[in-house]
């Protein structure tokens, strides 16, 4: 635990935080936290090496409460049950490996303004698990998949808050055996650019689903002089 306010009387320095070597704590269906940094006025942190915990009930890193805004740099690895968690703003660069059996990446709404770049792995194992989560009520300006890389998981990103700007040059890809969404989740996303690609499941025919759809009543093609091509008429699930 990096905190100017442990209970063991701890204090760390401002500064930069690296860790070089490896953390592993905890074990299978034991909880436990590789490295929890809080109330530290730390500008950047940088894993060369590896944080690990327990897949079944840990996490890598929790990044409480910092100031004013941290630039995370991930070049070696994270593997856990919750991956990185953030409550607070950081800008998160991963050239290595961030693995969650359960999510890959959290998003809380202290951690609102938080941008994550991707050019290294980035996923999540089993059904209903997500790459990165972001929570209700959380707000990341940027989301970047970079060329040639993969963001993978049951929902690759879970959007229950507003992503800004979220730019796809690799592969966003849900890898479960039933199929479900990319991008799931009620949020919204402002400004979406794919140059990559896009794949809604792994069950599914081309003839399930649709690169785009957009649904709107009759009265907005009307005033929008746009020609219908189709009128639905009802519609169930399986």
């Given at each position: 635990i990096i905190s100017s306010n442990t209970p063991s009387g701890f204090t760390a320095a401002d500064g930069d935080i690296t860790v070089n070597s490896g953390i592993t704590v905890g074990s299978t269906g034991l909880a436990g936290t590789a490295m929890t940094v809080n109330n530290v006025n730390v500008g950047t942190i940088t894993i060369n090496g590896s944080l690990q915990a327990s897949t079944t009930n840990g996490t890598a890193l929790y990044l409480l409460s910092t100031a004013p805004r941290v630039t995370l740099s991930n070049n070696g690895t994270m593997?856990?049950?919750?991956?990185?968690?953030?409550?607070?703003?950081?800008?998160?660069?991963?050239?290595?490996?961030?693995?969650?059996?359960?999510?890959?990446?959290?998003?809380?709404?202290?951690?609102?303004?938080?941008?994550?770049?991707?050019?290294?792995?980035?996923?999540?194992?089993?059904q209903s698990f997500a790459a990165?989560?972001?929570?209700?009520?959380?707000?990341?300006?940027?989301?970047?998949?970079?060329?040639?890389?993969?963001?993978?998981?049951?929902?690759?990103?879970?959007?229950?808050?507003?992503?800004?700007?979220?730019?796809?040059?690799?592969?966003?890809?849900?890898?479960?055996?039933?199929?479900?969404?990319?991008?799931?989740?009620?949020?919204?996303?402002?400004?979406?650019?794919n140059r990559g690609t896009i794949t809604p499941a792994n069950a599914s025919t081309l003839n399930d689903g649709a690169a785009a759809l957009v649904l709107a009543p009759a009265e907005a093609a009307q005033r929008h002089g746009l020609k219908p091509i189709a009128r639905l008429v009802a519609f169930g699930g399986h």
């Open positions: 593997r856990s049950k919750g991956g990185l968690q953030l409550y607070s703003v950081a800008d998160v660069i991963n050239t290595g490996t961030i693995f969650g059996s359960d999510k890959g990446i959290i998003v809380t709404s202290g951690a609102s303004g938080s941008t994550i770049t991707n050019n290294g792995s980035l996923n999540a194992s089993g990165v989560d972001i929570l209700s009520g959380a707000t990341v300006a940027s989301i970047t998949n970079g060329t040639g890389r993969t963001m993978s998981g049951f929902v690759p990103i879970s959007n229950n808050g507003t992503i800004t700007l979220l730019t796809n040059n690799g592969t966003l890809r849900s890898g479960h055996f039933v199929a479900s969404s990319a991008i799931g989740g009620g949020g919204t996303i402002t400004t979406l650019i």
